[in-house]
């Protein structure tokens, strides 16, 4: 399996474009979870999805983020409008269950900039 | 939320043994993590442990956690170059996982 796969690996935008963040989990994989990292907050996590449906957004930073997992194979991360502070990187990853011991497999990350 | 906080730095000289400190908050956390992050690289799972555990060891890896005092350490025996890289904590509640700031270990010669 090719792993978590994440597009763009980087993207630079202007404040107040859109942007859109793609990810597709490994095959078989039942949850996705959507990460975001900064120098200043670490590692936290957005939301995540259990069988396509979103379960905890409760990390999503504001009404500009969006995300949705439209099937089993594919979820995306929208900003709109975006702003500086959102630059970071943002990574997806899948867990085959949610179970405790289940590995969580991350994609390598986009890095976004937003000038 | 769950606090998690690591150190941010380590030092060690190739083959010595690194030490990777991490304290929590929350005592109700179910199982506990340690993560290493490579330049421009996702996070990769090294180990875990259940928090009825006292230690857990896998190869050059000892894992060791101390419930009381809400305390976990991760030990890596004979550090290699490629050991360099960014080391996250992280406690799991229900679905979630809290992560520490991350502790870059640099190996040198």
């Known amino acids: 399996d090719a792993g978590v796969i994440q597009s763009p690996r980087h993207e630079v935008t202007e404040m107040g474009q859109e942007v859109t963040l793609r990810c597709k989990p490994i095959?078989?994989?039942?949850?996705l979870f959507w990460y975001r990292q900064t120098m200043m907050r670490g590692l936290e996590l957005l939301i995540y999805?259990?069988?396509?449906?979103?379960?905890?957004d409760s990390g999503m930073p504001e009404d500009r983020f969006s995300a949705k997992m439209p099937n089993a194979s594919f979820s995306t991360l929208k900003i709109q409008p975006s702003e500086p502070r959102d630059s970071a990187v943002y990574f997806c990853?899948?867990?085959?269950?949610?179970?405790?011991?289940?590995?969580?497999?991350f994609g390598p990350g986009t890095r976004l900039t937003v000038l | 939320g769950e606090d998690v906080e690591q150190s941010l730095f380590l030092s060690v000289r190739e083959g010595d043994s690194s030490v990777i400190n991490c304290t929590y908050t929350?005592?109700?956390?179910?199982?506990l993590y340690w993560y290493k992050q490579e330049p421009g690289a996702g996070l990769q799972l090294l180990t875990y442990i259940f928090s009825n555990m006292d230690m857990k060891q896998d190869q050059r890896l000892t894992v060791l956690l101390n419930k009381k005092d809400k305390h976990l350490s991760l030990r890596i025996a004979d550090t290699q170059t490629g050991d360099s890289a960014i080391y996250f904590c992280?406690?799991?509640?229900?679905?979630?996982?809290?992560f520490g700031a991350g502790t870059t270990v640099t190996v040198r010669a």
């Open positions: 999805f259990n069988n396509n449906v979103p379960i905890d």
């Open positions: 990853a899948s867990s085959l269950s949610g179970g405790a011991t289940d590995t969580q497999y």
């Open positions: 992280a406690v799991r509640r229900d679905y979630k996982l809290s």
């Open positions: 095959s078989g994989h039942d949850y």
């Open positions: 929350d005592s109700s956390s179910t199982y």
